[in-house]
């Protein structure tokens, strides 16, 4: 298990990566500043959708997230 310090910087790494400086910290203003629910949030995501489409958003970003952790070693 790891640090919550640990899970703080790497998600704001991950951030980054994927949205750039300016984009990641308007991320993390707009968490802060809503309430925000992302069980709810995440609920409803994929409302309406098939499984196959559902598999496909999945595999792809498994492979995003497999390309910007071999880029961060």
Known sequence: MITDTEIKLKGLQILTDLLGDIEAER???LIQ???FDYTKWR???DEGLSVEEISKRAMALRKKTATV???MG
């Open 33 to 35: 500043r809503e309430p």
């Open 27 to 29: 991320f993390v203003a």
């Open 69 to 71: 952790k071999s880029k």
């Open 43 to 45: 609920q409803g995501l």
